[in-house]
T-cell receptor, first 112, second 122 residues
Framework: KQEVTQIPAALSVPEGENLVLNCSFT??????LQWFRQDPGKGLTSLLL?????REQTSGRLNASLDKSSGRSTLYIAASQPGDSATYLC???????????FGSGTRLLVRP | DAGVIQSPRHEVTEMGQEVTLRCKPI?????LFWYRQTMMRGLELLIY????????DSGMPEDRFSAKMPNASFSTLKIQPSEPRDSAVYFC????????????????????FGAGTRLSVL
């Protein structure tokens, strides 16, 4: 059974700092891995999707990497801003399945 | 496009009452998902529709929960009778497809979420 874990559960950093959020999964037979952002009281917004055949994806200040062999994905946020404050969730989609298995999220606070 | 639209945004009801949550997916999307989010269990998939047909409802908690998708632009999630433990935020999401095509088509698998319905059962 796939389990997705995110560390740390919460993170507080000063504005301008580069940071890394971690996501680990127990079963390497994933089809893709997705990173989402959730603002309080809002739905999820897709940030990046990495196919299993890819190593990384970039969008603006965000870079997500995927290492299937080690069961890890990281989300790198460059030059963090207060507007980046939100909960970040990763979700693994397994081979031959449409289900997303979500981690519990990392709650990020970027202090001005 | 307005995105995935859910209604109501908030619902407060008494135990035993029927609750109906509504979802309008993004036009042209053929996959629709209902999720439930709680502090204890995080985000869980309840049911998945493809081309209006329920493909997997194994995540539906029990017979009190039912979901329908009468056409490509509308879906409902009904709880009857509701119980306090059903209190949660319910999300609807849609995607263009959920296939297993070439790597380049991965973006079509991206799920777009609605703002959710916060349900409180007293």
């Amino acid at each position: 059974k796939q389990e997705v874990t995110q560390i740390p559960a919460a993170l507080s950093v000063p504005e301008g700092e580069n940071l890394v959020l971690n996501c680990s999964f127990t079963d390497s037979a994933i089809y893709n891995l997705q990173w989402f952002r959730q603002d309080p009281g809002k739905g999820l917004t897709s940030l990046l999707l990495i196919q299993s055949s890819q190593r990384e994806q970039t969008s603006g200040r965000l870079n997500a990497s995927l290492d299937k062999s080690s069961g890890r994905s990281t989300l790198y946020i460059a030059a963090s801003q207060p507007g980046d404050s939100a909960t970040y969730l990763c979700a693994a989609r397994m081979d031959s399945s449409y289900k997303l298995i979500f981690g519990s999220g990392t709650r990020l606070l970027v202090r001005p | 496009d307005a995105g995935v639209i859910q209604s109501p945004r908030h619902e407060v009801t008494e135990m035993g009452q029927e609750v109906t949550l509504r979802c309008k997916p993004i036009s042209g999307h053929n996959s629709l998902f209902w999720y439930r989010q709680t502090m204890m269990r995080g985000l869980e998939l309840l049911i998945y529709f493809n081309n209006n047909v329920p493909i997997d409802d194994s995540g539906m908690p029990e017979d009190r929960f039912s979901a329908k998708m009468p056409n490509a632009s509308f879906s409902t999630l009904k709880i009857q009778p509701s119980e306090p433990r059903d209190s949660a935020v319910y999300f609807c999401a849609s995607s263009l497809r959920q296939g297993f095509g070439l790597a380049g088509e991965g973006s079509k698998n991206i799920q777009y979420f609605g703002a959710g319905t916060r349900l409180s059962v007293l």
